[in-house]
Every structure is written in C-alpha cells, then in structure tokens.
C-alpha cells in the first residue's frame, strides 16, 4: 500500500520527483568533489585506473543501449525501447557510484599534452561535464513519466519531446566522455605519481 501510494505521489507530481531527485544527485556530487564527505576509500594508481577503465565499459555499453533504445522507438517497438532505456539509465546509476568513488578516494589525472590537442581536450571535457549537469533533470523527468505511466498515458505528457532532448544530451555527453578517457588514459594521459617524476625526469635527462 505504502509503495502503492508513493507511486501515486510521483505520478501526479513528477516535476516535484525529479527536482527532489535532481538536488539530491547535485548534493552528493558536489559534496564528494568539496570533500565534505569522508566515507571513501584512499585509492591507489592501480585502482584509480581500474575504476577508469570500468567507468569507460560501463559508459560505452550506456552510450549503445541508448541508440538501440532511440532506434526502437522510432520504429514503434516500445517494450524494446523502455528496456533498453532503464538498462541505459541503470547503467548511468552504476557510473555515479564508480565516478564518485574515484573522485572521493583521490583518483585524479591529467593530460600530458600542450597546444591544439590540449584545447580540444579541455573543450570536449567542458561540454561534457556540462551536458552531464544539465541532463540530469531532463533525464530525471523522462525516467519518472516513463516508470509512472503506461505506453498509452505517456502519448499525452512531455515524455516524447522531454525523451527526444534527454537523449541528445545524454549520448553526446557519454559519447565525450569516453574519448576523453581514451585521451586522458591510452594517448596523452599522465598519472599524477608520474606528473610528479617528469621535473625529475627532465632534470636527468
């Protein structure tokens, strides 16, 4: 009954879900990047980079449920597209845990590049970032008509128009993430344990 009436709640009030939902997302968010929450693990380079290479499977695996569920819509095949739109979200969720896990515990990198390559680098990473604060919203509001209504219900709500955008900017903002990730861990990247041997490094040289 408790679930049943909290459903209720949320169908009849999705803007109010999401944007609780939203704030809770950008609190934890912004609470892990502050440090004001102590409660991960110190992590060593072999982890930070073994978080990298999972959050970059999981985000390339998101990215395609994504486009099989974008596909499937337009041809009418709801119940393929609603799969695979909750597998893309329950994916995201698993990125969420595994990014902030990294980001609390230390694990951070640079690129070890200058010039064009570098601009381009900082630029890809700004739109993605950004597309990854504004789409949680968007995101949000779609996921919550989409669980709340049926196929037929959700033909007079904003679920269509909202999913068209959600999707736009989730795709583009996992499709700059993951080059980011080949940039930053399999061309130009460097460690910070490394960053700190270059001077040395250089000098010996």
């Known amino acids: 009954m408790a679930t049943t009436n909290a459903k209720r709640r949320v169908r009849d009030n999705p803007r109010a879900a999401t944007a609780i939902l939203s704030v809770l997302g950008y609190v934890l968010v912004l609470g892990t990047f502050a440090g004001l929450l102590p409660i991960y693990p110190d992590l060593g380079r072999e982890t930070v980079d073994l978080l990298s290479h999972a959050i970059a499977g999981v985000n390339t695996i998101a990215l395609t449920a994504l486009l099989l569920g974008w596909r ?51 630029a890809m990473l700004a739109i993605h970032i950004v597309l990854s604060v504004v789409a949680v919203p968007v995101v949000l509001y779609a996921v919550v008509l989409g669980l709340t209504h049926t196929p037929t219900e959700l033909r007079d709500t904003a679920h269509a128009r909202v999913g068209r955008w959600a999707a736009g900017a989730w795709a583009l903002s996992l499709a700059l993430g993951i080059v980011t990730y080949l940039m930053l861990n399999h061309i130009y990247g460097v460690d910070e344990y490394m960053a700190a041997l270059l001077p040395v490094l250089a000098v010996r040289r």
């Open 72 to 122: 499937w819509i337009r041809r009418g095949e709801v119940r393929k597209h609603r799969a695979a739109m909750l597998t893309a979200f329950a994916l995201i969720l698993v990125f969420l845990v595994l990014y902030l896990v990294k980001v609390g515990g230390g694990g951070e990198k640079s690129i070890a590049v200058t010039g064009p390559v570098y601009y381009a680098y900082l």
